[in-house]
Antibody
Framework: QVQLQESGPGLVKPSQTLSLTCTVS??????????WSWLRQPAGKGLEWIGR???????RSNPSLQSRVTISVDMSKNQFTMSLTSVTAADTAVYYC?????????WGQGTLVTVSS | DIQMTQSPSSLSASVGDRVTISCRAS??????LAWYQEKPGQAPKLLLY???RLESGVPFRFSGAGSGTAYTLTISSLQPEDFATYHC????????FGHGTKVEI
């Protein structure tokens, strides 16, 4: 079955760049009609969609984060990566990757990223 | 962005109760709505999509209804494993989520 796994540092300093990678197994991210997305959830707050990668490799980001977000892909490794620049404490959250077909399913287990000096 | 307003933010219920959670969109989302269940330390789990379509493997006690801007998630007979937080999400535009409803004893 399709599985996703996030990886990356759990602690990032303010003003630095947060980079996370999602490794997908069970399906090629370059095939099919699904998108591949990043989402996050700060503690005690709602879920926020960050951006997505299309099977073609093109990307789209949430307008609220667009100036700081880059999503890239490594088709050979079946991975896609999210980078968020100039982070602040407000970017502390659990970050998820997920397959998107309108709804999101499945999700990775999530990874907590804390922004602190 | 389309704003999603969920209510209530939390509710207390007992095993066997019928529970209904509401989600209202700031504009017509044409049934482009999903519901998720989230438990502590776990990723959200998709329950329903297209407002009323049950995801494979999800128990039939979960159902969804609504149209236009107003949608509901109903659990017909609450089970111990259903105590969790529920989120709605629209995918008519840029995806946005409600703030969640915590179902507790």
């Amino acid at each position: 079955q399709v599985q996703l796994q996030e990886s990356g540092p759990g602690l990032v300093k303010p003003s630095q760049t947060l980079s996370l990678t999602c490794t997908v197994s069970g399906v090629s991210i370059s095939s099919g009609t699904y998108y591949w997305s990043w989402l996050r959830q700060p503690a005690g707050k709602g879920l926020e969609w960050i951006g997505r990668m299309y099977p073609s490799g093109t990307t789209r980001s949430n307008p609220s984060l667009q100036s700081r977000v880059t999503i890239s892909v490594d088709m050979s490794k079946n991975q896609f990566t999210m980078s968020l620049t100039s982070v602040t404490a407000a970017d502390t959250a659990v970050y998820y990757c997920a397959r998107e077909r309108g709804a999101f399913d499945p999700w990775g287990q999530g990874t907590l990223v804390t922004v602190s000096s | 962005d389309i704003q999603m307003t969920q209510s209530p933010s939390s509710l207390s219920a007992s095993v066997g109760d019928r529970v209904t959670i509401s989600c209202r969109a700031s504009q017509d989302i044409s049934n482009s709505l999903a519901w998720y269940q989230e438990k502590p330390g776990q990723a959200p789990k998709l329950l329903l999509y297209a407002a009323s379509r049950l995801e494979s493997g999800v128990p039939f006690r979960f159902s969804g209804a609504g149209s236009g801007t107003a949608y509901t998630l109903t659990i017909s007979s609450l089970q111990p494993e259903d105590f969790a937080t529920y989120h709605c999400q629209q995918y008519y535009g840029t995806p946005t989520f409600g703030h969640g409803t915590k179902v507790e004893i």
